[in-house]
Antibody, heavy 123, light 108 residues
Framework: EVQLVESGGGVVRPGGSLRLSCAAS????????LHWVRQVPGKGLEWVSF????????FYGDAVKGRFTISRDNAKNSLYLQMISLRSEDTAFYFC????????????????WGQGALVTVSS | SYDLRQPPSLSVSPGQTATFTCSGD??????ACWYQQKPGQSPVLVMY???KRPSEIPERFSGSNSGNTATLTISGTQPADEADYFC???????????FGGGTKLTVL
């Protein structure tokens, strides 16, 4: 069974930084791309970022490009999201999500989701 | 940027057919997928590559994609199907995953 467990959420001041982690199990980690997707409570889903299975390719949504960095450690079965210059509009649940394929040649979609970590940006 | 548009709400009676639409420029030339999200839960994939159903999703869920519109259909809608439904596609031109705004299904 695929399990994705996010950690590192919390309250941070505007302009601050935070690093989210996602511990994965139940699948061959390096063979699948991974996403971060966020959701303001009560609102829709917003794609944040994608990293390919070997970590060589990364992609970002316009709202976070230049401020967020996605990375993975295949030896630790872990996904990360480093967030800097945080803004109030970054407040959301952040989901770690497994793609169905290794990279974007598979027309990305998510086949497993974590439970989400809440990030609150507030003074 | 590439946009996917969904009606914000849909209401059906139990046993009726629920039809969700997702519109985007030449969406039929991309693969569309759909997620179901119930309150307080993470999303669940209910349709992928336009019309393929994950093994755990009931047969009453079906999908199609042509022209500018992808469609998710639930036949014999049940109260347990009440949820938000989001469409999603990959835009290879901009190299971004795109979500629709979601449709809230109410089963009256």
């Amino acid at each position: 069974e695929v399990q994705l467990v996010e950690s590192g959420g919390g309250v941070v001041r505007p302009g601050g930084s935070l690093r989210l982690s996602c511990a994965a199990s139940g699948f061959t980690f390096e063979k699948y791309g991974l996403h971060w997707v966020r959701q303001v409570p009560g609102k829709g889903l917003e794609w944040v970022s994608f990293v390919s299975g070997d970590g060589s390719e990364t992609f970002y949504g316009d709202a976070v490009k230049g401020r967020f960095t996605i990375s993975r450690d295949n030896a630790k079965n872990s996904l990360y999201l480093q967030m800097i210059s945080l803004r109030s509009e970054d407040t959301a649940f952040y989901f770690c999500a497994k793609d169905h394929y290794l990279d974007t040649s598979g027309y990305p979609y998510v086949d497993s989701w974590g439970q989400g970590a809440l990030v609150t940006v507030s003074s | 940027s590439y946009d996917l548009r969904q009606p914000p709400s849909l209401s059906v009676s139990p046993g009726q057919t629920a039809t969700f639409t997702c519109s985007g420029d030449k969406l039929g030339q991309k693969f569309a997928c759909w997620y179901q999200q119930k309150p307080g839960q993470s999303p669940v994939l209910v349709m992928y590559q336009d019309s393929k159903r994950p093994s755990e999703i009931p047969e009453r869920f079906s999908g199609s994609n042509s022209g500018n519109t992808a469609t998710l259909t639930i036949s014999g809608t049940q109260p347990a199907d009440e949820a938000d439904y989001f469409c999603q596609a990959w835009d290879s031109t901009t190299a971004k995953v795109v979500f629709g705004g979601g449709t809230k299904l109410t089963v009256l």
